[in-house]
Structure formats: structure tokens, C-alpha cells
């Protein structure tokens, strides 16, 4: 059996870090749950209880442990959980993995997305030498666009109806970011 992965902290920009999950990390996995479509996207439970936020939690341990990704909690200045940003390796024998990312309202507009990306994109190429990042955005999701792009991420097109989000299937617009890129 294969060592699980070593799901390590990173600084990111901005006064932000990225650190794997703890169990007191359960008000953010809360708040996120309220949010309108954090939950339609992830595996955030709603509505919320303890039990069902601490599955979350252990959940994204198991994602190091079976070697599926890293997830890592955005946590900005005085030790504030804000958001998730995670690295998924279901490709990694292509030469590629992708990006997801959510942010909480109450924090949103503060470059806590964009800061994590960076230091995730960095750190991918650096250090694991991934060749292609990749990572899908609903069109009307400004914001997930712009911190996308300022990434470097480049957009390849549209995939129409890609991706089951609620009781719907939703296009996505298709990123990618080649490592020789950066």
C-alpha cells in the first residue's frame, strides 16, 4: 500500500496560509453549508449538524490517505478559516491534475481565493512538477473567472452541460495552466 499523502502548510500571499483540516475547523464547514452553492458544487453538507461537518472533515482526510488529493483549509490573518482550495491527482499518470476552490460569504472579496491558488499552483509546479493544472468555472462566476486568470490560467473553451451541479447540468468554461508556463 502507498503512503498517504503529507498534506503540507503553505504560505500564501496576501497574510493567508493553507494548512490540512482540523476538527475545529467545523464553524467554517457550518457557514459554508448555509451558502446558497458551496454545497451544490462540494461535498459540504446542508443542511448542517455536527456529525454530518465532522464526516466533512474526515472525509478530507481521507482524500490524503487514499492519495486522491490534497485539501487544504485558506486560512487568513488571526488564524481565521475562511475557505478550501484542493489539488486533485484523479489524472496524475496523464501528466495532469486539477483545481476547486470556495470561499465563504463573510469572506469573500478579501483575495482569499486568489492568494490560495497561487500558492497551490506554485507549490504544484515546484515541488510535485505536475505538468497541467486544470480547473472548471461556470460562466456567470465572475470571480472564480478573475482569480482563474490572474493565476495564469488560460481558458480553453466552453464544455457545454459538463458538470451536474444541483438538479441541473451547467457549462463550464475549461482553464488550463501548463507547468513551462509559469
Known sequence: MEQPLDVPELAAGGGFTLRPWRLSDLPLV??????DYIPLITTVPSPYSEPAGVAFIERQWGRATTRAGYTFVIVASGDRPVGQVGLWLRDLEQGRASLGYWVVQSARGEG???????????????????????????PWNTASVRTAERAGFRREGLLRRWQQVGDERRDMFMYSLLNDEL
Open 30 to 35: 457550518r457557514e459554508a453549508s448555509e451558502d
Open 112 to 138: 482569499a481565493a486568489a492568494a490560495a491558488v497561487d500558492a497551490v499552483v506554485g507549490w504544484a509546479s515546484r515541488e510535485l512538477r505536475i505538468p497541467r493544472l486544470e480547473l472548471w468555472v461556470e
